[in-house]
């Protein structure tokens, strides 16, 4: 038994799960007309209704006192004054000084960080500048329209699925095409489209050395200087975001082209840093410093908020609730917004990249579950296949429902049906449908008393299915760099809960480190085999298929 499953606080919501386990939400309700309002709070353009949550009064305070007892305020406090949280690596964890806009120092190691982050700033709204404008200009003097985005994990993700999210803000200019899996096909339908003369090619990675995104960038390379491009011509057409400025010049990037990164900042944070350079590309500068700015305004809610009120903390809370007193091994998000329909995958990354751990502290097995499995789709799509096993399946799946109250360009009638789903999920979820209702509903039908009891029994559902309703004013740039600031902070707190250095990933680098050992067995077709029997068939398979 760990410290935290003996913790009186962790004994206690055992006890409390097991009550709320005989206790149906329908009841809740029916009982405390101002249920919905007791439990709905709102800031940052993002309004957070938590009424249909196995929860009450008793429930929280136990949750909010397991977080005191595991300092999480004090990890707060020590993640934005960066400190060295991220213990296996020895870095602070200071992706928030990437939209600190209150003015005041962030240092490490002494220094303040501020200045640099500000001069990246400012580069890249220059850089965005001269490309929209038409100023910077390609080796043949055509304007730069087509913006090929090429990298992977974070610096793929964050990217793409902002700017996808904020379709409606796109300079009409420019069109970005993003680029991550290092199968050939992808770059190839990317490229044959395009004009070389009119392309370039922002080559993200923090190394210069990740096999895929360098392989798809050499093959950038390959396609342009094939169609008529120089390698002295590439400067013109090639950048990189990367803190390897030695291996991007000798590739041909220009210095001035070259973007800086910090090591304080991991992948799946990296968006607010130059990483962020496609979606400013994308939006605008000054759509992407509103979306800075959102983000910062979480920041200052999370720090500031008390507990009671505090989104971040009010999510976390509940994931550790259902994770580990109602064995919940999933957690749903579901965007009823076309253009949020990639968000899912972000937060999928964020969370399980975080929090997939299984040691606490310096050495510590836990004996407690960690990160849940995160997994979504746009709504009302999910309402015609995967909803059925939320409804009636045999485990609880925890979801988050999001729904923008108003959209550019907006159809109402299209609106309302979106809407009406979203909120008819939710309630689906909560109250469920009695067999006593589902029998009354088939009166009259013609059936017998056999059949009768049959077909109710099979439409029954239970209901008592918990959801988050997260409705925002307007998915504009501000409040999505809100959400996103959200859901970090909401993985920050689970983790100081469970212990879990959420800013490593080796489990992510060893299949780096093995998959170039592979790749050298593949490429190398004479060198021996020396890995399991297994793993060295499948290598003489692809070996004799590609001689």
Known sequence: MTALTTSPAWQQLSELAQQVKTQHMRDWFAGDPKRAEKYTTAVCGIELDYSKNLINTEVLAALQQLAKDCQVEQKRHAMFAGEIINHTEKRAVLHTALRNYSGKAVLVDGQDVMPEVQACQQKIKSFVASVHSGERKGYTGKALTQIVAIGIGGSFLGPKIMSETLKPYWFAGVKVHYVANVDGCHIHDVLSGLDHEETLVVMSSKSFTTQETLQNTLSAKAWFLKAGGSQADIAKHFIAVSSNIK????????????????????????????????????????????????????????????????????????????????????????????????FPAYVQQLDMESNGKRIAGSHTVVDYAT??????????????????????????????????????????????????????????????????????????????????????????????????????????????????????????????????????????????ELGNQVLDKLVNSDAALNFDASTNQLISKFRKANP
Not at 283 to 311: C, K, R
Not at 405 to 422: P, R
Not at 451 to 465: E, I, V, Y
């Open 371 to 512: 990160g849940p499995i995160i997994w979504g789709s746009e709504g009302t799509n999910g309402q015609h296949s995967f909803h059925q096993l939320i409804h009636q399946g045999t485990v609880l799946v925890p979801a988050d429902f999001m729904l923008p109250l108003s959209v550019e360009n907006q159809d109402n009638t299209h609106h309302a049906m979106l809407a009406s789903n979203c909120f008819g999920q939710t309630q689906a979820l909560m109250q469920g449908k009695t067999f006593e209702e589902c029998k009354a509903d088939l009166a009259g039908k013609g059936l017998d008393e056999a059949a009768l009891n049959s077909l109710a029994t099979h439409k029954t559902m239970p209901g008592n299915k918990p959801s988050n309703t997260l409705l925002f004013d307007k998915m504009d740039p501000h409040t999505l760099g809100a959400l996103v600031a959200l859901y970090e902070h909401k993985v920050f707190v689970q983790g100081a809960i469970w212990g879990v250095n959420s800013f490593d990933q080796w489990g992510v680098e060893l299949g780096k």
């Open 247 to 342: 291996a991007a010049t000798e590739f041909g990037m220009a210095e001035d082209n070259i973007f800086p990164l910090w090591d304080w900042v991991g992948g799946r944070y990296s968006l607010w840093s130059a990483i962020g350079l496609p979606i400013a590309l994308t939006i605008g500068y000054a759509n992407y410093e509103a979306l800075l700015q959102g983000a910062y305004s979480m920041d200052e809610h999370f720090q500031t908020a008390p507990v009671e009120h505090n989104l971040p903390m009010i999510l976390a809370l509940l994931g550790v609730w259902y994770t580990n007193f109602f064995d919940a091994q999933s957690h749903v998000l579901l965007p009823y917004y076309h253009y949020m329909r990639g």
